[in-house]
Each structure stands twice: as C-alpha cells, then as structure tokens.
C-alpha cells in the first residue's frame, strides 16, 4: 500500500489514501463483474504456465529427453489452446455485457444525483464540463476498477508463478530476471508524478472543447446571424491546437519513458537467451527446458510492460476520480417533508436579501412582499431588477442570504423550501420543450394525466392546432420544439405546466412570443 501511495502521489487537494478509499468503494459496488474479470485473468494465467509446461514436456519427448507418448501431449497442448479461447471468449462477453452495465449504474447513479442536486452551485459548472465528467470520466473509473484491477491481479500471479517456475529450473536466472524490479519502481515514481499533471491538464483542455462545441451548436442561430461562424471556428481551433501540444507533451514523455524501460526488458530476454544457450551447449538442459527458459522470462519481464501500461491507466482513473468527487461535493437539495394546505396557500416574502455570490452585486435588499391567496400578481421591471431571481427564490432554486419565504393559509406558516415545490407550477422564459412527442411533453406535466385531461390543458392554453396536427399529440418535435414556431411551443409549454397539480401559478415572461389576443385569450382560460 505505501508503494502504490508513493506513485499516486496527489499534488491537488485529494489526499492519495482519500482517493484510493474512493476507488475502493466504487469497486465494492462493481464486485461481480471484478471478481468475475479476476478469475478469469487467473485461470488465463494458470493455462499460460501449463502450456510452457506442456511445451516444454512435448519437446522432451520428441527428443527423447521425457519417456511418453507424444500423441498424448500433443492432445494435451491443443486442450489448453481450446480452453485458452474459452476463457478469451467469456473475458470478452463480460467486458461487453457486464461492461456497459457497470458504466450505466455509475452515470446514471451521478445524473440522478445531479438532478437533485442544489441549481445555485451545480450551476456555477458549464454544462460541457459535467457531461464530459459523466461520459469520459465515468467510463475511465468503471473500466479501471472492473478491468485493470482485476488485471493487476492476474499479473501478481503471473509474476510469482513464473518466478518461481524458473527459480526451481534456474535460482541464479530467476533472481537476474527480477532485478530491474528496483529501478523499475525508481522510474514509475518519477513517472507518475509528471504523467498525473499532463493527464489533467489534457482532461481540463477536452472540457473546454466539449462546452464550445455545446453552446455553439445550442446557439447555432445566434452565430449565423451575426455571421461569426469563422470566429467560432477559429475559437475551437485554438483550443483544439492547445490540446495537442499537451497529448504531444504526455505522448513524448511516455514514449521515451517506455522506450528506456523496454530497452532494459530487451537486455534481459538477450541475458536469458544467451545464458540457456550456454547451458544447453554444455548440455546441463534440454532443449525443453532452454524454451521454457525463454518463456518464463517473458512471463516475468510481461507483467513489468503490463504495469507500465497500468500507470496511465491508473493516473487517468485518478484524474477521473478526482473530478467525480467534485461533482459528489455539490449539495443535495434539502427537502423537508410536504405540508398540504386545505386551499392554494399564499407567499410571503419577509425582508429577503439575496445575491448569486458573496462577490456579486444584492439583487434583493431587505425586500418584504405579500402574495395573497387566490391573488394575481404582475411583477414588472427593468432587466435585471430581480424578476426572476424572484421566482427562484420561491421555487427554492436559490436560498436568500437573510430574510425568509413563508408558504401560508388561514391558520400556519411553513418555510418555502425544496419540498413546498409541489405547490407551484412554472412556465421558464423561452422554449423549454424536449424532443419526442408533444405528449411526451404533457406528460412531464402530469406521468398519470389521461387523454382527455392533456386535450383540455392545451385547450386552456390555446394551443388547439395541435388536434389539426397529422399526428396530433404524437406528433413530434425536435430539440427545443424544433418544428414548432416559438409561440406554438410556447403554448404547448403552458400547457404542459396546467397538468401539473400545484395552485400557484408563475409566468416568467411566458407569453412574450404570442399575439395579443391569444394572450388575452390565455388569461380568460386561466
């Protein structure tokens, strides 16, 4: 364990021993399938040495050095070869199947947890940013503790099984063979350190391209309307240029470093080589056992080029781990218990103040509202006033630095918190339609709303076109209701909010794409 802290070394604010527990629960919850990854790479380990074994007695009884029949070891050598594709297939249908799940349970684990997550500090994140950490780094993790783990075991006991395989045929040339194991600790240290710093850079780079791809093509319009795709081409390129002097940094640095290590592993296999030639020109062996010499040295100096390949895979899934953690440090909304009021409650605000960050500017100072029940509200202003921020204060997407919100009737009080939500339905600014069906839409609103009950919502809301649609509430829509005008999407939006079951009814700016008397139509609906 202090070995493997001291390659980990952790220059960022994660400890090495904090991380390394990380890692380890999130191999407990993927337990099967490494455990099923580790007998395998075991049985695959142990048939490796029966083969050399079975070589070796093979070519003894050819040359009459072993009496027995060779028909028998020939049977011999081709049922190892069928069970070696046995296992190679089984390895190979749980990486697929079980693969994939593992790395589903994890992202959908962190996208459930992100969906209730605080909106105040998980949006302080670019949206590229976290979803490159849900697909690149989720996969990274996942295949780290269910693959290379298991890996690594197999590759211990290919190690000592292949040392002392040629220790009891050659002690002097077993022990030549494991002496490059101090140096090769010395580097993999050194290693380590640099290639942890290289890797999250790299890391930090491919999110800034993930989030310019993603806002540019959300903002597709914007960009060609004011004509700046060559900026924005340019931008990327840029960024894109950065990102491979970084992956031509790591590469030449790994490279030269695994070149060094192999010429060292090359020096070995020629010291065997030569030294079974010596012995068998003396004829203290056989030519069986000088073959076997030659394959338990590569069964030795094999785990030492595995282990090169595990320390970028090893500071990838530490990188990883890193940013997961941080996403896990944002904080769960939280939801006390649901009050239910005997009729729509009111809202009162009581001398709120509330800024975005203790560095930006109050846009609420010490406001105090009432918002009766039953009552109908306009809240107007310039921009930037706080007309917004007030409505996510009473959805309880921001907290208020000082000051309360009270949901109210006729006879108590309660806090307005992340469980009162269900007392309020919201239509946002813009068009906030998903792509599938108009009923899918609806039934965001409502998941148990009948036929009848999403006919009357967009009845409500004016959007009656629908019923003239070819499909009608099967029709489709693309990504933000494209195929839609704004003011269709926008109606089917409100109506998609009128199934929702809460009384308290907020607008934001939610009719600004209809004409006036549609809008005037709406009201007398609502």
Known sequence: MKMLKSLLHTPSGYSTRRLLQWLWGILRHHRLQAGINTLLGCLTVCLDFAFI???????DIA???TPGQLSAAAALLVGILLSQLCIGFASRWVKAILGVKAQNHMQLSYFDRLLHSEWQDRNRRHSGDILNRLERDVLDVVNTVTETVPSMAAVCLRLLGAFFFLYAMDATLACTAVAIIPLFMLLSKLYMRKMRRLTRDIRDTDSRVQSLLQETIQHQMVVQTMERQSTMVRRLDQIQRHLRGQVRTRTLFSSTSAALLSAGFMGCYLLAFLWGAVRLHEGTITYGMMIAFIQLVGQIQGPFRDMTRFIPVFVGAFTAGERLMQLEEIPLEKKKAQKEFRSTPGVLFRRVTCSYSPESRRILE????DFPPGSHTAVVGETGAGKTTLIRLMLALLRPTSGEILLYDGT????CDAGMRSHFTYVPQGNTLFSGTIRDNLLMGDPRATEEEMRAALSDACAGFVFQLPQGL?????EHGTGLSEGQAQRIAIARALLRPGGILLFDEATSALDTETERQLWRNI
């Open 53 to 59: 074994w079975a070589t070796k007695r093979t070519i």
């Open 63 to 65: 040359t009459h050095q």
């Open 366 to 369: 010490d406001f105090s509202y």
């Open 412 to 415: 108590e009080q309660v806090p």
């Open 474 to 478: 099967d029709s489709r829509c693309g």
